[in-house]
């Protein structure tokens, strides 16, 4: 079973929208939680990082995590055409850098 | 911005030949880490280094080995390869700061074993 899940695996998203999916993880050794973003041919990119509980925002893309049902969000604001990637959410635990564990990603179209 | 390059960007091996990645990060990250991405089972961690002359076996290592001669080169060693091991391989680097480690990717490589 994956140890992080993402949902829903696609959406669209009419330009100008907001975009908004989710990310859950079933091990509580996870503390901390990053978004990552994938254009087609390209390596993964990092949006933004989240440690703390509640809300944290960089422009257009606003991030939730809630610890205690280690469920984490992303929400994409005013969505443009560039916006249109492969979302990653990805985890990590411990004092340690041991590498990150993904999710399977939610696919994201933004049509005009 | 993290620099990460890999190369090749693409490669064609057969069975049971021999395949080196290579990949080169310029800003001195301590951290480095290889990954396969597949349809299906998204990025998964095979090997990881913390410095030069280090190196850790992630969640997927076998049938695959890995060098860190240096701060910036990590290669990934496939001595037998096998049509299991087709797949799309990430490097990416990491400044080294434990579990908050934010990690930046190469472009990636695309190995094809026939």
């Known amino acids: 079973q994956q140890k992080v899940q993402q949902s829903p695996e696609s959406l669209s998203v009419p330009e100008g929208g907001m975009a908004s999916f989710n990310c859950t993880s079933s091990?509580?050794?996870?503390?901390y939680f990053w978004w990552y973003r994938q254009h087609s041919g390209e390596g993964p990119k990092a949006l933004m990082?989240?440690?703390?509980?509640g809300d944290k925002k960089e422009g257009r893309f606003t991030a939730h995590l809630n610890k205690a049902s280690l469920h984490v969000s992303l929400h994409i604001r005013d969505s443009q055409p560039s916006d249109s990637a492969l979302y990653f959410c990805?985890?990590?635990?411990?004092?340690?850098?041991?590498?990150?564990?993904f999710g399977l990603g939610t696919r994201v179209s933004v049509f005009p | 911005e993290a620099a990460v390059t890999q190369s090749p960007r693409n490669k064609v091996a057969v069975t049971g030949g021999k395949v080196t990645l290579s990949c080169n990060q310029t800003n001195n990250h301590n951290n480095m880490y290889w990954y396969r991405q597949d349809t299906g089972h998204g990025l998964r961690l095979i090997h990881y280094s913390y410095g030069a002359g280090s190196t850790e076996k992630g969640d997927i290592p076998d049938g695959y080995k890995a060098s860190r001669p240096s701060q910036e080169n990590f290669s990934l060693i496939l001595e037998l390869a096998t049509p299991s091991q087709t797949s799309v391989y990430f490097c990416?680097?990491?400044?080294?700061?434990?579990?908050?480690?934010?990690?930046?990717f190469g472009p990636g490589t695309r190995l094809l074993v026939l």
């Open positions: 990805a985890a990590s635990g411990g004092n340690y850098a041991q590498g990150l564990t």
């Open positions: 091990d509580r050794n996870f503390q």
């Open positions: 990082s989240i440690f703390s509980d």
């Open positions: 990416a680097s990491g400044e080294g700061l434990g579990g908050r480690d934010t990690q930046y």
